[in-house]
């Protein structure tokens, strides 16, 4: 009984932090092409999930309606840099965060607007009903989002590090005005970079969806949460996301059910903090390596 | 320049008139309702249906013939649900528009933050906010409409005592309505025989819950009871089907909407809740003394707004109970309506029969709310 109930605690786990992971991995690509940390991230997520809901509500097929949603957060994403980050592009780091910051407050006014203040659900790619082993189930849906997951961790590995354009984003990361002379358009990475991250951001949302439910302001925890999987895991490192998703989210599940479900955060946040005191880039991320 | 005189005259004469017009001119002024209610921010999903509500109704009075001979005015303000706001706004009732009688206050902290304000200026409040520290203990001065929390927990004990459930797990979230709803489940559990086996907690914001419910399948619980409002409790829902779980599941009257069907889909088949009668006018036996009330209102509000939700129907009972009482008191002397609310008998409103005394401003009992079971996904009610 107490091994079946571990193996459920795991398993739930996962399957929170697989969600974690899959939001989390949208913040590696900007950081690695600008370092910057897009707090819209978490806003991508609902535009592409409400997009989504919508265009399918409207009678457009089910994978018709969630390939449009995608590129809607696409395009989000792309406006995003040539409307606000590309006017300001001799700011600082930290003046850049704070644009997005105030992006993401006006996505989330936007989408209030546009689609109130209900709470929407979505079908799953393959039923509701549960896989199960014994006392042990998992919905087919989880299996998706760590498939994906796994997926988009292979992409963007490949991409970074046996593409041009992917080495291109990266070396405007590291050197803005060196990648600029060896003629690099550092304006269409950046475009690029926050492009990618909100097709990243939409496919993340579509798939989470019809677990977690959706409204205008979820964005805000899932951006948090996915924030924290990639500061633990390491910023810019997509395997480092992927791992301090999982991580976060099998903590949260031992800690809610063998300690106390009304402290779960709070022992989620001390191990995030135990690791950033110990290990200030992550667990994956470089450590003392000061770019000259 | 001679016009100017004249037009100067003229003015003066006006000015005069009024002052000078004859006292029985100044018995016939209108009835003047003050309201403050959550019109924008997070609670105008209570604010708007209440404003919309209450304009309705004050024109049909109106084109009746008011109240006594005297017209109906409405003075209202957006607090959006801010309870400093709210305080601004009460004191500006009072003081400037000198209003007979507040109705309002769509949330539980507006209407707290107001109570002294109100006490101390001898002004009736009726509120249309949930929570039980408005009227408990009994403020002379303010009066509610909206059941309590307190009286879900005790429609839910009394249906669980009915088919014999002695053991309880109890999962809540952490926002108000949860925690508040969790701590009078815990007080009054053993005053129904219950014993609370398990207590779990979640994060509103939370995106599955099996870690929760697997530890409650651990326990002998006999039923399952979630506090919440909003998603969560369509996400309990469905992992509770996820995980095989036989038990019979409560929720409260948090999640008493359609919406709320919707979400959970077939996952909600079974599942029993409280929830005010408006919900399920139509399915109510032509004996049922509230249908005629609760139909001829919901078909009111749906002509001219579209679905109507419970808070609407709270401005509803308030209003009325509120011109009633002005109409019974024969004056617009803030003591006597007073005393007129608290003897407020058989009042039929839309949250049940009202029937107030000087130790309970609120007057309704458990008969408010209906047990609801969801069947092929509809509400049917629980005999």
Same mark, same amino acid.
């Given at each position: 009984?107490?091994?079946?109930?571990?193996?459920?605690?795991?398993?739930?786990?996962?399957?929170?932090?697989?969600?974690?992971?899959?939001?989390?991995?949208?913040?590696?690509?900007?950081?690695?092409?600008?370092?910057?940390?897009?707090?819209?991230?978490?806003?991508?997520?609902?535009?592409?999930?409400?997009?989504?809901?919508?265009?399918?509500?409207?009678?457009?097929?089910?994978?018709?309606?969630?390939?449009?949603?995608?590129?809607?957060?696409?395009?989000?994403?792309?406006?995003?840099?040539?409307?606000?980050?590309?006017?300001?592009?001799?700011?600082?780091?930290?003046?850049?965060?704070?644009?997005?910051?105030?992006?993401?407050?006006?996505?989330?006014?936007?989408?209030?607007?546009?689609?109130?203040?209900?709470?929407?659900?979505?079908?799953?790619?393959?039923?509701?009903?549960?896989?199960?082993?014994?006392?042990?189930?998992?919905?087919?849906?989880?299996?998706?989002?760590?498939?994906?997951?796994?997926?988009?961790?292979?992409?963007?590995?490949?991409?970074?590090?046996?593409?041009?354009?992917?080495?291109?984003?990266?070396?405007?990361?590291?050197?803005?005005?060196?990648?600029?002379?060896?003629?690099?358009?550092?304006?269409?990475?950046?475009?690029?970079?926050?492009?990618?991250?909100?097709?990243?951001?939409?496919?993340?949302?579509?798939?989470?969806?019809?677990?977690?439910?959706?409204?205008?302001?979820?964005?805000?925890?899932?951006?948090?949460?996915?924030?924290?999987?990639?500061?633990?895991?390491?910023?810019?490192?997509?395997?480092?996301?992927?791992?301090?998703?999982?991580?976060?989210?099998?903590?949260?599940?031992?800690?809610?059910?063998?300690?106390?479900?009304?402290?779960?955060?709070?022992?989620?946040?001390?191990?995030?903090?135990?690791?950033?005191?110990?290990?200030?880039?992550?667990?994956?991320?470089?450590?003392?390596?000061?770019?000259? | 320049?001679?016009?100017?005189?004249?037009?100067?005259?003229?003015?003066?004469?006006?000015?005069?008139?009024?002052?000078?017009?004859?006292?029985?001119?100044?018995?016939?002024?209108?009835?003047?309702?003050?309201?403050?209610?959550?019109?924008?921010?997070?609670?105008?999903?209570?604010?708007?249906?209440?404003?919309?509500?209450?304009?309705?109704?004050?024109?049909?009075?109106?084109?009746?013939?008011?109240?006594?001979?005297?017209?109906?005015?409405?003075?209202?303000?957006?607090?959006?649900?801010? %309870? &400093?706001?709210?305080? =601004?706004?009460? +004191? /500006?009732? *009072?003081? #400037?528009?000198?209003?007979?009688?507040?109705? @309002? !206050?769509?949330?539980?902290?507006?209407?707290?933050?107001?109570?002294?304000?109100?006490?101390?200026?001898?002004?009736?409040?009726?509120?249309?906010?949930?929570?039980?520290?408005?009227?408990?203990?009994?403020?002379?001065?303010?009066?509610?409409?909206?059941?309590?929390?307190?009286?879900?927990? %005790? &429609?839910?004990?009394? =249906?669980?005592? +009915? /088919?014999? *459930?002695? #053991?309880?797990?109890?999962?809540?979230?952490? @926002? !108000?309505?949860?925690?508040?709803?969790?701590?009078?489940?815990?007080?009054?559990?053993?005053?129904?025989?219950?014993?609370?086996?398990?207590?779990?907690?979640?994060?509103?914001?939370?995106?599955?819950?099996?870690?929760?419910?697997?530890?409650?399948?651990?326990?002998?619980?006999?039923?399952?009871?979630?506090?919440?409002?909003?998603?969560?409790?369509?996400?309990?829902? #469905?992992?509770?089907?996820?995980?095989?779980?036989?038990?019979?599941?409560?929720?409260?009257?948090?999640?008493?909407?359609?919406?709320?069907?919707?979400?959970?889909?077939?996952?909600?088949?079974?599942?029993?809740?409280?929830?005010?009668?408006?919900?399920?006018?139509?399915?109510?036996?032509?004996?049922?003394?509230?249908?005629?009330?609760?139909?001829?209102?919901?078909?009111?509000?749906?002509?001219?707004?579209?679905?109507?939700?419970?808070?609407?129907?709270?401005?509803?009972?308030?209003?009325?109970?509120?011109?009633?009482?002005?109409?019974?008191?024969?004056?617009?002397?803030?003591?006597?309506?007073?005393?007129?609310?608290?003897?407020?008998?058989?009042?039929?409103?839309?949250?049940?029969?009202?029937?107030?005394?000087?130790?309970?401003?609120?007057?309704?009992?458990?008969?408010?709310?209906?047990?609801?079971?969801?069947?092929?996904?509809?509400?049917?009610?629980?005999?």
């Amino acid at each position: 009984m107490l091994l079946d109930q571990l193996i459920q605690f795991l398993i739930t786990g996962i399957t929170i932090g697989a969600i974690y992971a899959l939001v989390g991995l949208g913040f590696s690509l900007i950081y690695n092409a600008s370092d910057v940390v897009n707090f819209a991230q978490g806003e991508f997520v609902m535009i592409g999930a409400m997009s989504a809901i919508f265009i399918y509500g409207a009678g457009v097929p089910y994978f018709v309606a969630i390939l449009i949603a995608i590129f809607i957060s696409m395009f989000v994403g792309v406006a995003l840099e040539k409307l606000a980050i590309e006017q300001a592009r001799n700011a600082t780091v930290v003046t850049t965060i704070i644009i997005t910051i105030g992006a993401s407050i006006f996505l989330r006014g936007a989408a209030l607007l546009i689609w109130g203040k209900e709470i929407y659900g979505f079908p799953s790619i393959s039923g509701d009903d549960p896989i199960k082993v014994g006392n042990i189930t998992i919905l087919p849906q989880s299996l998706w989002i760590m498939a994906c997951t796994a997926l988009f961790v292979f992409l963007l590995r490949y991409f970074f590090q046996k593409t041009l354009t992917g080495k291109a984003i990266l070396a405007c990361s590291f050197n803005k005005k060196a990648a600029y002379l060896m003629g690099i358009e550092v304006k269409h990475m950046l475009a690029l970079a926050y492009g990618i991250s909100g097709l990243l951001g939409g496919i993340a949302g579509v798939l989470i969806t019809p677990i977690t439910y959706m409204t205008y302001g979820a964005g805000v925890m899932l951006g948090l949460k996915g924030f924290c999987a990639s500061i633990l895991g390491g910023m810019g490192n997509s395997m480092g996301a992927v791992i301090g998703g999982l991580i976060l989210g099998i903590v949260e599940s031992l800690g809610a059910g063998f300690i106390s479900s009304g402290y779960k955060d709070a022992i989620s946040f001390f191990i995030i903090l135990l690791v950033l005191f110990f290990r200030p880039a992550g667990l994956f991320g470089k450590t003392g390596v000061e770019r000259v | 320049m001679k016009l100017h005189r004249i037009v100067r005259g003229l003015f003066l004469i006006l000015f005069l008139g009024i002052f000078l017009a004859p006292p029985w001119a100044m018995a016939k002024r209108p009835i003047k309702i003050g309201s403050f209610l959550a019109l924008t921010g997070p609670a105008s999903f209570l604010g708007d249906p209440e404003l919309k509500t209450l304009k309705m109704y004050i024109e049909e009075v109106n084109e009746k013939g008011g109240i006594d001979g005297h017209k109906v005015e409405l003075i209202y303000y957006d607090t959006g649900g801010k %309870a &400093k706001e709210a305080k =601004d706004i009460v +004191k /500006r009732l *009072i003081k #400037k528009d000198r209003v007979d009688v507040i109705v @309002g !206050g769509s949330t539980s902290g507006t209407t707290l933050a107001v109570i002294d304000i109100v006490q101390r200026a001898k002004v009736p409040l009726i509120s249309l906010a949930g929570s039980i520290r408005i009227i408990q203990p009994v403020k002379k001065w303010v009066f509610k409409t909206p059941h309590t929390d307190r009286m879900a927990a %005790a &429609k839910i004990f009394e =249906d669980m005592k +009915k /088919r014999g *459930i002695t #053991k309880v797990a109890l999962i809540t979230g952490d @926002g !108000g309505f949860d925690k508040s709803g969790r701590a009078q489940c815990l007080d009054l559990a053993p005053k129904y025989g219950i014993e609370i086996v398990a207590d779990e907690k979640y994060s509103n914001s939370d995106t599955d819950m099996t870690t929760q419910l697997t530890k409650i399948r651990a326990t002998d619980a006999q039923a399952i009871l979630n506090f919440g409002f909003g998603k969560a409790p369509a996400i309990v829902t #469905k992992n509770v089907r996820q995980l095989g779980i036989k038990l019979p599941l409560y929720q409260s009257h948090g999640v008493a909407s359609k919406k709320f069907l919707q979400l959970a889909g077939k996952a909600a088949e079974g599942v029993r809740l409280p929830a005010a009668a408006l919900l399920v006018a139509e399915k109510l036996p032509d004996s049922d003394p509230q249908k005629k009330v609760l139909l001829a209102y919901k078909h009111k509000y749906e002509a001219k707004y579209g679905p109507v939700s419970t808070f609407g129907g709270h401005a509803y009972d308030g209003l009325f109970i509120a011109l009633d009482a002005i109409d019974r008191a024969n004056s617009l002397d803030r003591a006597k309506i007073r005393d007129e609310i608290e003897k407020t008998k058989n009042f039929i409103g839309t949250g049940g029969i009202f029937n107030m005394s000087p130790t309970d401003h609120l007057g309704l009992d458990l008969s408010a709310f209906k047990m609801l079971e969801v069947k092929n996904g509809d509400w049917t009610l629980v005999q």
